[in-house]
């Protein structure tokens, strides 16, 4: 952890341990990988609920330099957002320099005068003492060696293996009348747009139509087991019916077309780093054209000017149906799934957890159809994060705010298509 971020963490012991709530704190600690389970233990024994914020915060300081914006992370999510805040506060504020008295020459030593005894005057090198605010400041050098580079090894995934993954798309169009759920038209549009797009981004895709829930899971646990050694990422598409489902990291579920739900959570668990050693500490990228839920997204009156800003009318669909549980145990909600570490995950959604999403019988859904323009204009240049941005207001802006796209990020670097 770096001196500032534990200053940070010393001025604000005060008030974390007289407001930190510690107890919704374990289970992200330990799954975010600072902290094991004893010593989790040993930490909820330190005493009463103040013991065991300071002790936590001491411990803190230790666990190494991602513990601090992993804290700040975790603070956000279990609604501490204000001492996150203050400790973001404290780490920008600098110490009040001290005073430093007269600056006067001193004078230091040839490396040769340890050989010699007898040293003139004038062989002696004299400067003078500069305060560290008045020393000029050098770029910082990364550790090995490349200053020239903007973006790092630490700071981007590897995207250098040809081809770079797999991608694999499910597209759910015909489901079963028994089902009752309604023909996707439109999802086809959106299928070929994507095989597209990953082929050109140099991926294998492999498309998989018209599968039910057994069926997507077997595809996903193929593409699980296999070797990935010697690729760089993976992704999966699901273009589908969708639900809501009450899981907290990763919410929703997708339909087969035989009507049976399958958790989002439950479909990340198969490619996290205890079931997928081979894509551990690689990118992992899902994205889900599917509804979140039932709820309708009214919006709010905004200044339109354009034709195209209107929504359209009557090829209008969405695919939301209502959550309903499978007495298939294969597909039931996995109501105990877990991530042991969630990192190098990022889930996109085409719409935020429990609102409807929206698709277009003749060009497709809005979601897949602004980000396949995105990733057209912007995979050069720009990393994921903040296509996924554009992709978000562009869509949003489409819908007059009745879409809005969701995306629950645990990625730990920059993640670009292209190799940097």
Request: with cysteine.
């Amino acid at each position: 952890m770096e001196e500032q971020q534990r200053r940070a963490l010393r001025r604000g012991r005060a008030r974390l341990v007289a407001a930190l709530r510690v107890e919704p704190l374990w289970d992200p600690l330990e799954q975010r990988g600072l902290f094991t389970r004893p010593m989790l233990e040993e930490l909820q024994s330190a005493g009463s609920r103040g013991e065991q914020a300071r002790q936590l915060i001491i411990d803190l300081e230790t666990r190494g330099k991602q513990a601090f914006p992993a804290f700040l992370s975790i603070l956000w999510d279990t609604g501490q957002g204000d001492l996150a805040e203050m400790l973001i506060q404290e780490c920008e504020s600098r110490p009040v320099p001290r005073q430093l008295p007269d600056l006067r020459p001193v004078e230091l030593e040839l490396r040769e005068e340890k050989q010699r005894k007898n040293v003139t005057p004038h062989e002696r090198l004299s400067i003078p003492v500069q305060a560290e605010s008045e020393r000029p400041r050098m770029p910082p050098v990364l550790a090995w060696g490349s200053a020239v580079d903007k973006r790092s090894r630490d700071q981007d995934y590897d995207m250098k293996a040809d081809p770079c993954g797999h991608c694999l798309i499910l597209n759910n169009v015909s489901f079963s009348r028994d089902s009752g759920l309604s023909t996707r038209e439109g999802s086809d549009i959106d299928c070929e747009k994507l095989e597209r797009r990953f082929r050109a981004l140099h991926f294998t895709v492999l498309t998989r139509r018209d599968l039910k829930a057994q069926e997507m899971v077997l595809e996903l646990l193929k593409l699980s087991r296999q070797d990935h050694s010697a690729l760089d990422c993976c992704i999966v598409v699901i273009l589908s019916h969708g639900c809501q489902t009450s899981h907290i990291q990763f919410p929703g579920g997708v339909y087969g077309t035989d009507g049976k739900p399958i958790p989002i959570e439950k479909i990340v668990n198969y490619f996290n780093g205890s079931n997928c050693p081979s894509l551990r500490g690689k990118p992992k990228l899902f994205f889900i054209q599917a509804c979140g839920g039932e709820q309708r997204d009214q919006g709010f009156v905004v200044d339109c000017d354009s034709p195209e800003e209107e929504a359209p009318g009557g090829s209008l669909e969405s695919d939301a149906t209502p959550f309903r549980v499978s007495s298939d145990n294969v597909d039931e909600p996995d109501a105990i799934a877990s991530l042991p570490t969630p990192s190098d995950i990022l889930v996109s959604y085409s719409t935020f957890p429990g609102f409807v999403s929206w698709r277009e019988k003749s060009s497709g859904s809005w979601y897949v159809e602004t980000l396949d323009s995105v990733l057209e204009q912007y995979a050069h240049s720009e990393d994921l994060l903040s296509m996924l941005v554009r992709v978000a207001h562009a869509v949003s802006a489409k819908g007059r705010y009745k879409q809005i796209p969701g995306c629950f990020n645990f990625l730990r670097k920059k993640f670009f298509f292209t190799c940097h």
